[in-house]
């Protein structure tokens, strides 16, 4: 089926910047839309942005303007750009993809997270 591998995280000071990735692999034929979330300790998990397969995107108001997502179709993995991190952007980041898979068709698949951290 397919996995999705998170990566990129990391402690970083208020300001900074992070890429994080999103990899696809295993016996997949097509993947349509992903999508970056995030959750918090405490909170529940927050979408933050989306991208369909012909690269339409969507944000978060919280994000708008610091985060940009895109997608690598030849190496199906999305990343995610964020900028101008502050404490509140502390949280596991996740991918959920919409993709299609030899062996089990359409189904969503989840990512196990990468942690981001903000702090000086």
């Known amino acids: 089926q397919v996995q999705l591998v998170e990566s990129g995280g990391g402690l970083v000071q208020p300001g900074g910047s992070l890429r994080l990735s999103c990899a696809a692999s295993g016996t997949i034929l097509r993947i349509f839309g992903v999508d970056w979330y995030r959750q918090a300790p405490g909170n529940q998990r927050e979408l933050v942005a989306s991208?369909?397969?012909?690269?339409?995107?969507n944000y978060a108001d919280s994000v708008k303007g610091r985060f940009t997502i895109s997608r690598d179709n030849a190496k199906n993995t999305v990343y995610l750009q964020v900028n101008s991190l502050t404490p509140e952007d502390t949280a596991v980041y996740l991918c959920?993809?919409?993709?299609?898979?030899?062996?089990?068709?359409?189904?969503?698949?989840w990512g196990q997270g990468t942690q981001v951290t903000v702090s000086s």
């Open positions: 991208i369909t397969s012909s690269g339409i995107t």
């Open positions: 959920n993809a919409d993709a299609v898979d030899s062996l089990w068709g359409r189904r969503r698949y």
